[in-house]
């Protein structure tokens, strides 16, 4: 009995991010006013990030207008081209704009709208990064493409984009974990950036409540191959969108608000960590930074899985005493000639 209050206050209190203290960043990582910085752009990226998913409301919604939806790279390709905003978008956005919120997500996006103005600045702001790219960085082939993609997203605002195949991810990741780790349970399980399906560039889907994929199918892929006891199993849930954090813990789960480039959780809590397009987000040096600050909420015997193949993972990983374990790619769900990866790492033995 004794033990077992010990147990759930544990557990209960476990997950409370606090800030990161400069002298726990490894010293090759340290930079003057760095915390402090990165604080302030993540405070801008999630602004824009918020707007982005906006205005790719207002351009694809059908729950307040019959005007036909647009598809907002084809709408960023117009806007490029003609230097102004396109006729068929300045009416959707008039017409979100004069719509009375309604419920769901439109109410809480057309509350968030100001003037009509703002709705204009934001189209044009959202649309240029939309143009390069999804058109401007077609220009280019190969690596030069990936490290222009790759620059663009390490400044662009946030992303809380998920969507079914994050799901599928994580399954073919649980099977890999079970071939790895055969006797291994895992009891304590972290998910970072679990993402929420809100308002996405493309696919809007309004017929049900928004879905946060990886959360709500994270428990059942333990389930069926006994990654954990039936009853013992807590997944954690944190991101650093409020948004996504609020949605997650109306469906019961665990959740907490957190950036991991700049808070970290108590230390060696957690048996297995996963975090899977947030990585994208980080220069090399961020990404340093998070790994920093996930594997020190980590086990000894604990297991980081991301889907993150820039040598920066690897190299950070090495460096950090976490060296990738093991390494593979796989085909997208229904995305023919689309990849992915999934990259596991684990403590060097001391
Ligand atoms: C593109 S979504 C990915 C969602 C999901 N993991 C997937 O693979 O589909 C990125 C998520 O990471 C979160 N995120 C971005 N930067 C973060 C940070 N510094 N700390 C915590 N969460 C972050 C975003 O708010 C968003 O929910």
Redesign the pocket.
Known sequence: MRSGVLVFVASVCAAQPRPVLPGEIPPSLRREGWLEAIEQS?AQRLRDGEWDHLIHYALQSRAFTKLPPIEPALSALDFHNSGRIPRDAALRLDAFHASEPKAGRHAVLRRKTGSRAQLSSEYQRAMTFLYRKEWESKKLEGPERRDFVSRLYQTRG??????PE?AY?LEIAMNILRGLRPAQRFERVLL?????DWAPRTGLNEDGPPRS??AETLRDSFRKRSLAGETSLRIDC????PR?VDALQALGMNAYR????TQRLPPATYDLAV????FP?FDDNELGL?LSNLTYSLKPDAVLIHNELRPAAEDWGRRLGWPVLHARTHSVQGEPGLFDALVFHAATKR
């Open positions: 993540t946030h992303s809380t984009d998920t969507s994050a991810a970072a950036g679990p993402g929420l994929y990886q944190v991101d650093v969108n996504v957190m950036n991991i480039l975090v899977t397009n947030v987000y998070a």
